[in-house]
């Protein structure tokens, strides 16, 4: 495996599940990111980890729940989504936070 | 509030019809403003990092400009593979050096 991978690719959950998005990087860097797309908006930044600490958390609901084990490990736990939720989750990895970063393929995550 | 806006939203070109993408942005002690492409259903894909006025990066048919108040993306001949949505974003010092993007060009080349 080579650069940024997320699992799943697509998801569909319903508003009382609890699911996991996995993200893995394989460049050896040490911050960690998840942003949100949603048609027709700027991508949005969620959560920032820098050597496994969390060091931005930009006013997101508590119904997501960041993890980082690790420097090349980022979860995203989902519980009690709402239908505006859906979207495409995108994890993204840098060197540092002040370096270029490289973005997953993304799960593409629907709330029914 | 930093503010990046990127025109147009939407851009069909002829194949090798050469163009320009603008992404201009409001932001207090810009570190750098990052150029990324996006096809659909993937993550983006980094094309350039920008750090200051008058910086130019190019890569094959792409060139990256910057000023003080915008950036350019210029496309010269373009092919249909160069379809696809293309995002700019900067980083700015006083905002934890977080990337604030765009809303993104669809650029769309015909054969």
């Known amino acids: 495996e080579t650069g940024v991978t997320q699992t799943p690719r697509h998801l569909v959950m319903g508003m009382t599940n609890k699911k996991s998005l996995k993200c893995e990087q394989h460049?050896?860097?040490?911050?960690m990111y998840w942003y949100k797309q949603s048609a027709k908006k700027p991508l949005e930044l969620m959560f920032v980890y820098s050597l496994e600490e969390r060091v931005e958390n930009n006013s997101v609901p508590s119904r997501f729940s960041p993890e980082c084990p690790n420097s090349s490990h980022l979860f995203l736990h989902l519980h009690t989504l709402q239908p505006e939720d859906s979207a495409l989750y995108l994890c993204a990895s840098s060197q540092d936070i002040t370096y270029e970063q490289y973005f997953g393929p993304g799960t593409r995550l629907t709330v029914t | 509030e930093d503010q990046v806006t990127q025109s147009p939203e939407a851009l069909r070109l002829q194949e090798g019809e050469s163009s320009s993408l603008n992404c201009s942005y409001t932001v207090s002690g810009l570190r750098g403003l990052f150029w990324y492409r996006q096809d659909p259903g993937k993550g983006p894909e980094f094309l350039f990092t920008?750090?200051?006025a008058g910086e130019e990066k190019e890569k094959e048919r792409l060139k990256a400009t910057l000023t003080k108040k915008e950036s350019f993306l210029h496309i010269t001949a373009p092919k249909p593979e160069d379809s696809a949505t293309y995002l700019c974003a900067v980083q700015a010092s006083e905002a934890g050096n977080m990337l604030t993007f765009g809303g993104g060009t669809r650029l769309m080349v015909k054969p």
């Open positions: 460049l050896g860097h040490n911050a």
């Open positions: 920008l750090y200051s």
